[in-house]
T-cell receptor, first 115, second 115 residues
C-alpha cells in the first residue's frame, strides 16, 4: 500500500540557517508524484514544490529544493536561509496513478524558526 | 480572484443536524477533492471528482455525500452530524490525473464544530 512517512514531528532551526525535512515513501507504482505543502498557523495549505518519479533532476523553487533519492524512496525538503515566516507545518504528499489520482499525505513536521 | 473558495469558513452545529459545505474553483481544473484534517493535523482524502465523475471514494461513512453539479463546483453534504465529524474540511483542485497531475490548490478550509 502507498504510504508517506515523516519521522520528525517537530524541528527547530536558527534564522538564516538551512534545514532538511525528511520524507520517505512507499509505493509499488512506477509512476508517481511527490509534493510538499506548507500550512502556516492561519490554516491554509500552500503548494511548495513538486517532483515526478521520472524526473532526472531534483526540483528547486526559490529557497526550496527537493532532495529526491529514488533508490532510497526519500524526498526530503531542503529550505535554505530560513526565515521567521517559514515557521509552519510541512506536509509531504504523494500522488499515484493506476488510472486515477490518489493522494496520500504524511503526518507533517512542525518547523519553528528561531530568531 | 480567489482560486479555490469554500463556504462557510466556520460552521458550528448540533449533533444530528444536516449541513453542506460548498466549494468552487476558477482555475479551469478538471479534478476536485475533499479532505478532512483532524485535530492532530492529519490530512485524509475523502473524495475526488474528475469532470463531475466520482473517481475516489475512500472509506467514508455514507452520511457524507459529495455532489458535483459542474467541473468548477464540488459540494459536500453531511447528514446526521456526529461529534467525530468535527474537523477542518479542505476542498482542493488540480489539473490532470495520476502521476501527470499538477499540484493541488487548496481552499481556505471550513472548520466544522459539532456540539
Amino acid at each position: 500500500a502507498q504510504k508517506i512517512t515523516q519521522t520528525q514531528p517537530g524541528m527547530f532551526v536558527q534564522e538564516k540557517e538551512a534545514v532538511t525535512l525528511d520524507c520517505t515513501y512507499d509505493t509499488s507504482d512506477p509512476s508517481y508524484g511527490l509534493f510538499w505543502y506548507k500550512q502556516p498557523s492561519s490554516g491554509e495549505m500552500i503548494f511548495l514544490i513538486y517532483q515526478g518519479s521520472y524526473d532526472q533532476q531534483n526540483a528547486t523553487e526559490g529557497r526550496y529544493s527537493l532532495n529526491f533519492q529514488k533508490a532510497r524512496k526519500s524526498a526530503n525538503l531542503v529550505i535554505s536561509a530560513s526565515q521567521l515566516g517559514d515557521s509552519a507545518m510541512y506536509f509531504c504528499a504523494m500522488s499515484y496513478s493506476g488510472g486515477y489520482q490518489k493522494v496520500t499525505f504524511g503526518t507533517g513536521t512542525k518547523l519553528q524558526v528561531i530568531p | 480572484d480567489t482560486a479555490v473558495s469554500q463556504t462557510p469558513k466556520y460552521l458550528v452545529t448540533q449533533m444530528g443536524n444536516d449541513k453542506s459545505i460548498k466549494c468552487e474553483q476558477n482555475l479551469g481544473h478538471d479534478t476536485m477533492y475533499w479532505y478532512k484534517q483532524d485535530s492532530k493535523k492529519f490530512l485524509k482524502i475523502m473524495f475526488s471528482y474528475n469532470n463531475k465523475e466520482l473517481i475516489i471514494n475512500e472509506t467514508v461513512p455514507n452520511r457524507f455525500s459529495p455532489k458535483s453539479p459542474d467541473k468548477a463546483h464540488l459540494n459536500l453534504h453531511i447528514n446526521s452530524l456526529e461529534l467525530g465529524d468535527s474537523a477542518v474540511y479542505f476542498c482542493a483542485s488540480s489539473q490532470g490525473l495520476g502521476q501527470q497531475a499538477s499540484e493541488q490548490y487548496f481552499g481556505p478550509g471550513t472548520r466544522l464544530t459539532v456540539t
